[in-house]
């Protein structure tokens, strides 16, 4: 739902800050105050085309920022989350327009692209209008609008979960596929290559060490000296840790018994020359064992450059030959067994198919009746709402031989005929976008089940009509309230009345210069406000008095049940 928004410098707006609660809202005003200004700021704020003729005049930039409470959208914290975006549940998105034309986004916070603005946008905010972007206009929305009314989701899960398996299955029997055209060749290929490596025999682990070794081989001659070296400094030297440490023992050991708390610094001399005699024993059994050996030298050398060359032909590293054999070794399993896994495969994407088409099958009959039902529905709207003989048509096209893919194999697509003796065009060619607005209106008290866009925007919805139709077309406003925020441009009173919350836009020119007015409307100054759309800029009380009646009656007039 939207709950606030606050703009900047567009168009003909300074600043304003407006907070909106649930329910219908009527925006209103005289002709050419702006009414739409508000709307087109919406739409920027959700990824619609900017300019710099958008920016205010004299100013640097235009900024819009809206706030949407995700209380009850979990498909729009969904998709936050997996685009990385903070979750919470409020959303903030931000636009800002240089008078350059320049633009900059922002989804809580964090930099966005007008695509993402699109995206969370279709599953928040709908504005059904001329010049606005429209989810029910697109194909996927139509079919899902079908899908939910039919009570089709877990069916339609197990039907993905169906393709995903088929076509991964597809996959690798086109891997195979193009294996057994090339089987022999690589057969043999594989075959060569993987004698070479049995025939070497890498062992995990085995390249380290041999490192380890020829390290220690080459090195031999300064490994000696340094240590003798150590060895002699701690125990075969005329002056030598050993010998030290005796003496330092001699001198504590006799002064221990004048003064006692010189035990400790004994007990770790102590233990320190049993430390250094142990040390000077394991430097004499590793001098005793350490000789030039030439030819074990040149034993690890060529088994390092075997291991080495073979890495160089592999493309990896010689550490990783082991795992390169079984690969190879893996591959040829699967080549020489080719015919039994492809045949495995195909009876199993065989049976794949027919589950798909059995569920496919299923969901098509669902679309179907459900697609009778809306139609009628519809149908009874447009009769109401100024388009008698008007024709709402739900096309629904089925190949059974489709192949599988996640939604079933029929193609859906709105349509309808605004006047009597015209064909049917898709929903998205229609001409009026006050036509559009009112069919698309009766879509919506239709689709009953349909809860997933919080915010129904219409602007003008009620061009071309009047009278008795205006007040039917304010209570079906009213009636898909309790299931949507609904915000609505009008300028009849009729529709108007039956709204919740009124918002009055006016111009106001004043130091040369010109800007929007949005004001929130209550008490008499509503009644004003419908008085002036009844019987102009003169108000009389009859008028008045027409105004108060009309408000009365239509905020407490019982709306009828949706149907849920």
Wanted: hydrophobic share 40%.
């Amino acid at each position: 739902m939207l709950s606030h928004i606050y703009i900047r410098d567009f168009v003909i707006i300074d600043h304003l800050e407006l907070e909106f609660s649930p329910g219908m809202t009527a925006l209103t005003g005289e002709t050419g105050a702006g009414k739409s200004i508000l709307i087109d700021a919406i739409g920027l704020a959700l990824g619609d085309r900017a300019d710099s003729g958008l920016v205010r005049a004299n100013c640097d930039r235009a900024e819009i920022g809206i706030t949407l409470d995700l209380a009850d959208a979990p498909r729009a914290k969904s998709w936050l989350q997996s685009h990385d975006f903070e979750v919470d549940d409020e959303c903030l998105i931000r636009r800002i327009v240089t008078k350059e034309g320049r633009s900059r986004a922002y989804i809580n916070g964090s930099t966005a692209t007008l695509g993402m603005l699109r995206e969370l946008g279709e599953q928040l905010v709908n504005i059904h209008g001329q010049h606005a972007h429209q989810a029910l206009g697109r194909r996927d929305y139509q079919r899902e609008i079908i899908d939910l009314q039919a009570g089709q989701g877990e069916l339609l899960k197990i039907l993905s979960q169906h393709y995903q398996a088929w076509k991964q299955t597809k996959a690798r029997l086109e891997e195979l596929a193009l294996a057994e055209n090339q089987r022999q060749e690589r057969l043999d290929f594989l075959g060569f290559l993987h004698q070479e490596l049995l025939s070497a025999s890498p062992r995990p682990g085995e390249y380290a060490e041999l490192i380890e070794q020829h390290a220690r081989l080459a090195h031999v001659s300064q490994l000696q000296e340094n240590v003798q070296r150590a060895h002699s400094l701690l125990f075969d030297n005329e002056i030598d840790a050993h010998g030290l440490l005796s003496q330092a023992l001699d001198a504590l050991g006799s002064s221990v018994h004048h003064d006692a708390t010189l035990k400790n610094a004994l007990e770790l001399v102590v233990n320190a020359r049993i430390e250094i005699d142990e040390a000077a024993t394991e430097l004499r059994h590793y001098l005793d064992h350490l000789e030039l050996n030439p030819e074990s030298l040149a034993d690890v050398e060529t088994r390092l450059a075997q291991l080495q060359s073979l890495a160089r032909k592999h493309r990896c590293e010689p550490g990783d030959l082991p795992e390169r054999l079984a690969a190879i070794e893996e591959e040829l399993n699967l080549l020489t067994h080719a015919d039994a896994a492809r045949a495995e495969m195909e009876k199993n994407l065989e049976a794949l198919d027919r589950e798909w088409r059995t569920l496919a099958a299923r969901i098509s009959q669902g679309r179907a009746e459900r697609a009778k039902e809306l139609e009628k529905e519809v149908n009874q709207a447009m009769q109401v709402l100024g388009m008698k003989g008007g024709r709402f048509v739900v096309s629904l096209l089925s190949d059974p031989g489709a192949p599988p893919n996640p939604f079933g194999y029929d193609q859906i697509e709105f349509q309808v005929s605004a006047n009597a003796g015209q064909p049917p065009q898709a929903l998205s060619k229609v001409a009026s976008g006050g036509e559009l607005s009112r069919i698309s209106l009766g879509i919506q008290l239709a689709a009953k089940r349909d809860r997933r866009l919080p915010t129904l925007i219409f602007d003008e919805v009620d061009t071309g009509i009047g009278g008795g139709i205006a007040e039917i077309v304010g209570k079906m406003l009213r009636q898909l309230s309790e299931r949507h925020q609904i915000l609505c441009v009008t300028h009849l009173p009729q529709v108007a009345a039956q709204a919740h919350h009124q918002l009055s836009i006016n111009k106001i020119q004043e130091a040369g210069s010109t800007r929007t007015l949005i004001r929130v409307l209550d008490g008499e100054e509503r009644i004003d406000e419908i008085a002036r759309m009844l019987g102009g800029v003169h108000l009389t009380k009859q008028t008045r008095a027409h105004a108060a009646e009309m408000l009365q009656t239509a905020q407490s007039s019982v709306t009828p049940e949706d149907g849920d």
